[in-house]
């Protein structure tokens, strides 16, 4: 089945059409034709004023709960959320039921996947059972085809293990990624340790936590001479530190997550659950600090962390609530609305182009004869995103009824058109 995209701007620093309008048709899993103007016949045609196409979104770090925690989202409701998001590929944590920590999880993802609208491709654990304790079966996952490697939601504290981590996934040319928590440090903390905790009367976790494990796996990183992303960072000085190990020449990417970007602590004031995250929301002035260095470039994906919780997990005290908020379906107008001012070629690059070069996945440029691999947006439409409307089976998200300027108009993937709402 073939499909005509009328005039459509082309965002890809890899194709030699990047900024120009272009008509684009497009046939099973494959692009056919870029012109000006095609001439032919096409089975659908999609023209919609002020699409811009870009290489299909990536996302880094996602958690599907499936296996084992299928009531709070499974594969197919995470793909169609990731869908809906822009994503046509996402890397599912580890963190399930059983974990996946051998070949035979990594199987049973690669293998539903099949049956996705989207690419799920599964991280293997450092550590079997996500206990920290001794190394999982990384070179065998990675043959079967896990894409990295983390402990997820609970990084490795043992700085040997980690060490070992490392060293395993050089040999085949792989990236560890690992959160930045010091679990030993403010282990009972529920908010970023300052002023504002003690007035709330909430026990804090500092920001020293996020620095030490940031500092400690470069230097980690710097005596194996391994590949390190670091994920969801959320401090100043661990920005900084991160900018500095680039210049060195370390192999060490990172991403923020958009709700560190769009709230910060204060925003917690009246206790709202739905913000307790880890690492937690720091200081207005990390906050700014991220935004700084996504516009600067030093920040290189955008990763959700979508986090699905069910109902009762965050209709709770704050104490005893569960942390994590999902947001596949507004990672990208929520960027859009803080950053009106980056760039699309920066837009791609953080949700697509960077991720796909860390982790060595396929190419998705926007070519003839390339693999059609696509996501359309546009930065002249609104996004909101609310109970009626969401794909994940949670509700966790503070960014429901809220309209962000950026709108995510379909994907092109696995040779299938699908387009959200044009209104």
């Given at each position: 089945?073939?499909?005509l995209i ?6 890809d620093?890899?194709?030699p059409?990047n ?5 684009i048709?497009?046939?099973d899993?494959?692009?056919v034709?870029i012109?000006?103007h095609?001439e ?5 045609i ?8 870009a290489?299909g ?6 958690h ?11 594969l ?9 998001g822009?994503f046509t ?14 070949k035979?999880?990594v ?17 293997g654990a450092?550590?079997k059972?996500?206990?920290g304790?001794?190394l999982?079966e990384?070179?065998?996952m990675?043959t ?9 939601v609970?990084p490795?504290?043992?700085?040997l293990l980690f060490?070992?981590?490392l060293?395993y ?6 990236v560890a990624?690992?959160?930045p928590i ?6 009972l903390g529920l908010?970023n340790e300052?002023?504002?905790s003690t007035?709330?009367?909430?026990p804090g976790?500092?920001?020293i936590a996020?620095e030490?494990?940031i ?8 005596y194996t001479?391994?590949k ?6 959320s401090?100043?000085?661990g920005?900084?530190m ?7 020449g370390?192999s060490?990417?990172?991403s923020?997550t ?11 004031s ?6 307790k995250v880890?690492?937690?929301?720091r200081?207005?002035?990390?906050q700014q600090?991220?935004?700084?260095a996504v516009e600067n ?8 962390h979508?986090?699905?919780q069910d ?5 709770i005290?704050?104490e005893?609530?569960?942390a994590?908020?999902?947001c596949l379906?507004t ?11 980056l ?5 791609v690059a953080l949700f ?5 070069n860390i982790?060595?996945?396929s190419?998705a440029s ?13 930065r ?8 009626n409307?969401s794909?994940?089976?949670?509700a966790?998200s503070?960014?429901w009824?809220?309209n962000?300027k ?8 696995k ?5 959200n709402?044009k209104?």
């Amino acid at each position: 089945m073939t499909t005509l995209i009328k005039q459509v701007k082309i965002a890809d620093t890899n194709s030699p059409f990047n900024g120009k309008i272009k008509d684009i048709l497009l046939d099973d899993q494959l692009i056919v034709a870029i012109s000006d103007h095609f001439e032919g016949t096409a089975n659908q045609i999609i023209e919609i004023d002020g699409l811009t196409v870009a290489p299909g979104f990536v996302d880094p770090f996602v958690h599907f709960c499936d296996p084992g925690m299928e009531h709070r989202e499974n594969l197919l409701s995470g793909a169609n959320a990731a869908k809906v998001g822009g994503f046509t590929t996402v890397f599912t944590l580890p963190n399930t039921t059983p974990v996946v920590d051998a070949k035979s999880q990594v199987t049973y993802i690669k293998q539903s996947g099949d049956h996705l609208p989207i690419h799920v491709l599964p991280i293997g654990a450092i550590s079997k059972k996500i206990e920290g304790k001794d190394l999982a079966e990384m070179i065998d996952m990675h043959t079967n085809g896990a894409v990295a490697f983390s402990d997820g939601v609970h990084p490795v504290q043992s700085a040997l293990l980690f060490l070992k981590a490392l060293q395993y996934v050089k040999a085949f040319d792989g990236v560890a990624i690992q959160m930045p928590i010091d679990k030993s440090i403010g282990s009972l903390g529920l908010m970023n340790e300052g002023i504002l905790s003690t007035k709330l009367g909430l026990p804090g976790i500092p920001a020293i936590a996020e620095e030490l494990i940031i500092s400690r796996d470069i230097e980690l990183l710097r005596y194996t001479q391994s590949k390190l992303h670091i994920t969801g960072v959320s401090t100043q000085k661990g920005i900084l530190m991160i900018e500095a190990a680039k210049k060195e020449g370390l192999s060490i990417s990172c991403s923020v997550t958009p709700y560190h970007l769009f709230f910060n602590e204060e925003d917690l004031s009246d206790y709202n659950t739905l913000l307790k995250v880890f690492p937690p929301l720091r200081t207005k002035a990390d906050q700014q600090a991220l935004l700084k260095a996504v516009e600067n470039g030093i920040v290189d994906c955008i990763s959700s962390h979508h986090m699905p919780q069910d109902w009762d997990g965050k209709t709770i005290e704050f104490e005893n609530a569960k942390a994590g908020i999902a947001c596949l379906e507004t990672s990208f107008a929520s960027v859009c609305q803080l950053l009106p001012k980056l760039t699309e070629d920066k837009i791609v690059a953080l949700f697509s182009t960077n991720a796909r070069n860390i982790f060595s996945l396929s190419t998705a440029s926007v070519l003839e004869n390339s693999k059609a691999e696509l996501t359309f947006f546009t930065r002249k439409q609104n996004t909101c995103i609310s109970k009626n409307n969401s794909q994940s089976k949670s509700a966790n998200s503070p960014f429901w009824d809220i309209n962000l300027k950026g709108k995510i108009m379909g994907t092109y993937v696995k040779g299938k058109l699908y387009l959200n709402n044009k209104n």
